[in-house]
């Protein structure tokens, strides 16, 4: 039980890992990830957002009428949505400035309507939860992955602090727009060959 | 039928348990969510703007209706002496409202410093305006008689270059901010004057 | 029964006009050669090591790519060598060695070979790298460093940003003669007019480069910037003062030519072109940028897909129908 | 007049909802590998957010303001766009047949096209007005189609380049629409 | 070989030879003492073949493989066969090759002289598919097909290549006999005569219906005539039966002309030979007689990796073996030195765009030559106008990527073609 548990929460983490794998929910990948804070920030509200709308869809599946299921994952994933919004507002507010509405925007991000479906709606609570958690972390780890990218090369700082030395002139071209398609899309290059050994 | 009513009875409990959580979310964060709204938006401009003075003026605020908008001033001691105010008016960037914070001496009638908090410009190009210490600079020590425009349409202020929309949008909240204060100015006095005593 | 000869079997034709894509780079780079000896003689030997860094590090990048994805290393064709002094060109005398070394990577790499090498890319990969850098580094762009290192006996004033912070009052310190002539501030390989026009016409006229492309792009510079000019003669420059300055003739020339993301059919080409030169001046006059070649041009090649599906129709086409 | 100008502009090229503003990118990177299904997205997508745009305002402005309850902004909106797609979707089929098979099989992709929700909520977040939304939600889609097609059309020619294996499909697709990004630079300061 | 010019302003123009002035008579090939002929049928060896080796076979006997076949090949001379084995022609096709031991005696199909005193297109088309010039007597006999016009092409239809032409001026005064034979045995009246603009003296041509074509390459093709003078559409991807056009070489007719004349088959080709120094000779060969028996009565060296073309420099075929019979359409031999060859490339198109400059049918060649490469047949055909294309080869011959752009094309066709008639025979066994 605790083995298949586990199994389930490591799927996340590498083989099925959300972004990359399954190249869902790329919006906030390239939005947010102007640094390894915001992105991290981003991670872990979506996250959240897994976790409960995972557990609640996985409590319900039962009683949910197959027909409106998807407007019923919809409301849940929704609130979990709006309470994640309210309490960022509430705690960090800077944080919840610089990611705008890409906060609201998790409802449609595809990873959650897509594990809701996916996994959730035909496995027991405990199982959704770890799938839930490790899509999470998954998403979390590869959001950071690339605002550590794009944050030392286009800023020569990660969370706050100088890499690369005074002398290092940033290219900024990652921090920009452009910068965020071209980065992920190398960095989707580099999983294809990892994933390919 | 029995199905139509399941369907029916999930979906409203659904929405009813959402809305219940939501709504006592809400409730627990709302005050929270207001202090920090002043202390991330409005706190940074009205300290960079007053930055010499000797109380806080977060804390010595007052709120005018003035026709149907309610504007709060917060103002500024100097050597005990509250001789400064500063208060937020909008004008129009590219993609919407643009906040200015504008700080004015109400002794020589002169603005003190001008400081851009909210804005939705192009990343890059329009929150220059906020970053551009030149831009801004240009307002400081102008007094209320002079015409705040772009040279472009005949005032005095020099516009960023590549950035005309947002120059214009800053102007246009600064010629609000004039048109308030001078409409205003026997109001502010007395309630300055109550604050003092 | 005599002895049996192994033949070479192949398909028609048996017949090739000799051309080659070796034949057609060293033309090319041949044709940039004028420009390139101009600004090496003006901004001195700084130049000549940007322009010789340039290429070889285009070289060595797409070797290196090459060997990396176990391709053959094709550097033999001068296609990197061609971007490399391309790219070189557009860079001022006074850049850093690492912002070339890294400029061409860009250019070679995630402007062409990424696509699939030579013929695959989408942009023109010289004006990708150049415009990366350009978000990346402005203050490496300055022209107007130059003044720091050179005494010349004409304005040393990079024109078009002149343009941009003083108004058209300063046309008049460029005198159109010496633009031609080269006195000017700018990038190593853009500054003689003459000598780009020069290599462009040998191009046009060994039809290595398409004519309509370069034709419709100078008219559409032309064209606009003089519309610009009658409306408000007091805000915006003259045509002329447009096309001799920047990167317009080079991009004319050598840019907006670049065979894999240009279109081939005549009516295209030529909107290819027009559009490329009114998109130039809109930015020079109303953008942010002080020269709009770069973004223009990249702009249609964006287009270029897509404007090139209009074509002729194809030889018989329309008749199925009547013929069923 | 000129206001709605500068405001289409700016949704079209400069703020371009999918290359300044980063949504819509799956449906972006999945309907673009043909012309014919890149102007199917795009239409269909234009048709939605304009609907959805306005009856969100409308949403907004007369129900959840009014009731204090904007926080429940997000819950609201997506129902409302996930039933409208479905509503749309149910009377293309029995009235407009004709465009129902154009655009059929793309509206449920548009439901989890984030550039829809994302459009209703700039149009609140922003405060435009009844008539700024209309131009702001029409605009926004129309620079999504734009780039949509555009990006086809370099798509198709790099489907049959011979790209790398590791960087095929969404890899150089993400590329390319980096660089499509940097062209949009281009009308940087236009308006 | 024509290289690029300096100065590449236009597209080049390629002239196609002229027939000499004067040409010399040309130099008769013996028959050799073994004769190689082609059948366009596979060899199956489920079936039992009714021809056998060692079988005799008479001059002007037509050779079928199977009962059933519709194929057949009439043998040149009176001979035994002692081989019959499969041979692998361009694109894979398999076709039959029979070797032929020559007889002294040489005597004639019986059946032949009772079909002589009988004209008719059917009858024709029974016995004459292979005599010099190949008569298209399939297609004309084919009730489906409905020309109402036929034209006799005196120019040739690649650059070197002069056969054609040689053999209008050579016969010209025959001509009318031939439109007149033509007439009869297919009741089309409306015929006419394509010959070079240069050609002069025209009086053997008096009252008949002249197309002058110039020396311009592909004016001669036949779509290229068809839409200049004939104000008939090309129709792409369209044959036989949609066409209203039959064309027919010169010198097919006047073999036509020949055989009903004296009652007896005909089967000596006028061959051209072009060798590796560009020296141009003509020779008479029967048909089946292996091309090293030409090639060594000439002195033409051929030397390891030269190329041996069928045809001419832009539309020919190359040949891989001296042992290739001469075929009623082999109006051209050229010998190219091995260093000649022009290599072609692993280069992807670059879009230099000079093939769309050049192509005469406004091919989007650029566009068609990456879907043909990815094998991508039939988009190539709908979208891209494959089938607009009338092979003359010129986007190739420019092409700066070396990319063999006329090969694929051939090879789309080729595959389409296979495509269409699997599903016809399908839908058939059905």
Known sequence: MAQSILKEFNKGLWEQVPPFRLVLGLCPILAVTKSVENAVGMGLASTFVFVFSNLLVAMLRNIIPSKVRIAAYIIIIATFVTVVELVMQAYTYPLFLKLGIFIPLIVVNCIALGRAEAFASKNPPLASVADGLGMGIGYTISLAVVGALRESLGNGTLLGHTVFGPDFLPFRFMLEAPGAFVCLGLVLCVMNLIGKK | ?197 | MFKQNKFTVSHAPFWHDGDSIKAMNLNIMAAALPATLFGVFQFGMAALGVICLSISSAMAWEALFNFVSKRPIAIHDYNAAVIGMMFGMMLPPTITWWAVITGTFVAVIVGQQIFGGIGGNPFNPAAIGVSILLLSWKNLFDFDAALLNYQFDFTALAPLAALKHQGPGVVELFPISSLVMGNQIGSIGSVFGAGIILGGLYLIIRGYIRWEISLAYILGIIVTAWIFNITDPSKYANPMFHLFTGYTLFGAFFLATESSSSPVNLIPMFIYGAMGGFLTILIRNIGSYPDGTLYAILFINLLNPLIDKIRPKAFGKGYEQCAK | MGDYIVLAISCILINNILLAQFLGNCPFLGTSKRMDTAVGMAMAVVFVIVLAGVITWITEIYLLKPLDIEYLRTLSFILIVASLVQFVEMFLKKSIPALYTGLGIFLPLITTNCAVLGVCLINIKEEYTFLETLVSSFTYSVGYGFALILFAGIRERIILARVLKPLQDTSIGLVTAGMIAICFFAFIGMV | MIKRSFIRLTEPKLKCDLVEPDPKEPEAIPIPPRMILLLNEPLDSQRESIIKKGDMVKRGERIFLYKESQEYVTSPVSGTITAIAPFTGNFGKVATYFVLETNTKQDIEHSFAEFAANPGIENADRYLRGIPGDPPLKQLADPENRYNRIMITGVDDDLMCTTRQYVLTRFREKISKAVALLKQLTGINDISIVIPATMANLSAFNGMNLVRVTSDYISSLPPMIMDKHLGTPFVPGKAGKDLDVCFISVEAALSLVRVYEDKQPVYDKVITIIDKTGKRSRVTATIGTPIHRILTQLGVETAEQDRIIIGGPLRGIAAYTLYHPVMPDMDTLIVQARGEIPRVSDYPCINCGKCVKICPSKVPVNLLVRYLEAGLYQEAADSFDLFSCIECGLCSYVCTAKIPIFQYIRLGKHELMKIESDIKTEAQDV
């Open chain 2, 1 to 197: 039928m029995r199905e139509m009513i399941k369907m029916v009875v999930v979906l409203t409990v659904l929405s009813a348990f959402s809305g219940g959580l939501l709504a006592s979310v809400r409730t627990g964060t709302k005050d929270k969510i207001e202090q920090q709204v002043l202390k991330f938006q409005k706190a940074p401009a009205i300290k960079q703007i007053l930055s010499d003075v000797s109380n806080d003026p977060l804390q010595d605020r007052f709120k005018i209706m003035d026709k149907e908008q309610e504007l709060t001033f917060f103002v500024g001691k100097h050597d005990g002496k509250p001789d400064a105010v500063t208060f937020e008016t909008a004008g129009k960037g590219f993609g919407g409202d643009l906040g200015l914070m504008v700080g004015i001496n109400i002794e020589s009638d002169a603005i003190i410093g001008v400081c851009v908090t909210t804005h939705s410009e192009t990343p890059g190009i329009g929150s220059r305006a906020k970053d551009d210490p030149k831009f801004a600079a240009q307002f400081a020590g102008m007094t209320m008689d002079k015409n705040f425009a772009t040279k472009k349409d005949g005032g005095d202020i020099d516009a960023m270059s590549g950035a005309t929309v947002t120059s214009k949008g800053v102007c246009v909240a600064a010629q609000q901010a004039q048109d308030i204060y001078t409409r205003l100015k026997p109001e502010i006095q007395k309630q300055i004057a109550q604050m003092a005593n």
